[in-house]
């Protein structure tokens, strides 16, 4: 038997009241911010969502203010259908608005986030930050959920949100789920789309040199240079690579490592070919082993 398709609404008050009469009748709102594009990462987050909260909002808008000038915000994909379909059984309620219902002319307010929202992504692409926590607060705005969900997928973006919300005291309560990956280690993102048949297999260089990075640190590595080089090669391998930054930072402030110790995040960002993919891993340091989470 085909599963109930998520109820579809495209302005604020129509959002408004359907989440009100969810309220009304004792249920807690989860929420799950997307560009749409879905796939199984995404649709993690909406099962973490039903798992916790009685009803499950799901929004797909593929905010303006957070692409650059010159990235693909006009060739990014949008299949409404296929997501609907996809979130059938999953999702309570779609909220897909027009830009001019999210940004209308007299818009003027942007929320900047300091030192976590610089490095990074941060550094590459200017204002990201700037598009993704104003959008994300006035979709909170909008929702007012109780519980929100994102993927480690975009660590930063993550730690970004939960900065925002600390510092602006939302009431809602960031959830960070792992990172969904293809059965080869490729992490599942809206952009792998791009990737032509004969990119696919270069980028998988990406969770490969992660891979490494966790094998020399179990192994021993304590030099974050030496950590940086060795994965460098592994993207050398791909000669349609090109990386954008390779990162080993602190966790929680993003601050270089030089030694490591305690949790470390391995992040990167390469280019294969025309598409930008990043990834992720975080490293636990002990004296005598390591693991990941
Ligand atoms: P996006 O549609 O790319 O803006 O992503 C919407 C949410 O899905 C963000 O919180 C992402 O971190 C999360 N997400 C994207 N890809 C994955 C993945 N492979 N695993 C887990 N979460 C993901």
């Given amino acids: 038997m085909?599963?109930?398709?998520?109820?579809?609404?495209h302005t604020i008050a129509e959002l408004r009241a359907a989440v009100a009469a969810a309220r009304t009748a004792g249920k807690t709102i989860g929420f799950v911010p997307t560009m749409g594009a879905l796939h199984e990462g995404h649709l993690s987050l909406v099962r973490a969502a039903k798992d916790e909260c009685g009803f499950v909002v799901v929004?797909?808008?593929?905010?303006?203010?957070?692409?650059?000038?010159?990235e693909d915000f006009s060739k990014y994909p949008r299949t409404l259908d296929a997501d609907m379909a996809l979130l059938a059984g999953h999702a309570d309620l779609v909220f897909a608005p027009s830009n001019e219902e999210v940004y209308p002319p007299n818009h003027a307010t942007w929320v900047t986030v300091g030192s976590v929202a610089e490095?990074?992504?941060g550094a590459c692409r200017p204002d990201h930050f700037r598009g993704v926590a104003t959008i994300v607060l006035k979709l909170f705005g909008m929702v007012q959920p109780d519980f929100?969900?994102?993927?480690?997928?975009?660590?930063?973006?993550a730690l970004v949100i939960e900065r925002m919300t600390a510092d602006l005291n939302v009431q809602t309560m960031i959830r960070v789920c792992p990172i969904v990956r293809e059965p080869d280690g490729l992490a599942m993102s809206s952009r792998n789309r791009y990737l032509s048949s004969s990119d696919r297999k270069p980028a998988l260089v990406l969770s490969q040199s992660l891979a490494l990075a966790e094998i020399l640190v179990k192994r021993g590595e304590r030099n974050a240079a030496k950590l940086a080089a060795r994965m460098r090669e592994v993207i050398g391998t791909a000669s349609n690579a090109r990386i954008d930054y390779i990162a080993i930072v602190d966790p929680q402030t993003l601050q270089p490592m030089e030694v490591l110790s305690g949790?470390?995040?391995?992040a990167l960002a390469v280019k294969i070919s025309n598409t930008r993919l990043i990834d992720n891993r975080v490293l636990h340091v002990s004296d005598s082993r390591t693991h990941t989470v």
């Fill in 2 to 9: 085909s599963q109930p398709l998520p109820k579809l609404v």
């Fill in 119 to 121: 490095p990074l992504e």
């Fill in 263 to 266: 949790d470390v995040l391995v």
């Fill in 59 to 70: 929004s797909i808008y593929v905010n303006p203010s957070q692409f650059g000038p010159k």
């Fill in 148 to 157: 929100a969900y994102f993927g480690q997928k975009d660590y930063q973006q």
